[in-house]
């Protein structure tokens, strides 16, 4: 079994920022794209990240400007840069690289 491995989910107050981790197996971190999904309670999971091997990124909408993914193929891990967080932004993000592969995820909580 292929292991990720998410980190830096947290209780944030809005305005506030996290960063999120995902370390994975060489392999894996080659495949072509990488991303980061979330997914609230009762909601569908959706797509909030990505990038490629070369480093072009693409964000939803609701994100956009404000988080910000990069990758560092020495760690082997993708990052997700989240500043400026709003309530709406709780929920368990998910490490997904292209494929059929996903994290555990790790909670991130925008709360005062």
């Known amino acids: 079994q292929v292991q990720l491995v998410e980190s830096g989910g947290g209780l944030v107050q809005p305005g506030g920022s996290l960063r999120l981790s995902c370390a994975a197996p060489?392999?894996?971190?080659?495949?072509?794209?990488m991303g980061w999904h979330r997914q609230a309670p009762g909601t569908e999971r959706e797509f909030v990240a990505g990038?490629?091997?070369?480093?072009?990124?693409n964000y939803a909408d609701s994100v956009k400007g404000r988080f910000t993914i990069s990758r560092d193929n020495a760690k082997n891990t993708v990052y997700l840069q989240m500043n400026n967080l709003k309530p709406e932004d709780t929920a368990v993000y998910y490490c997904?690289?292209?494929?059929?592969?996903w994290g555990q995820g790790t909670q991130v909580t925008v709360s005062s």
């Open positions: 060489e392999s894996i971190f080659s495949i072509y794209f």
């Open positions: 997904h690289p292209d494929g059929p592969l």
């Open positions: 990038i490629t091997t070369g480093g072009a990124s």
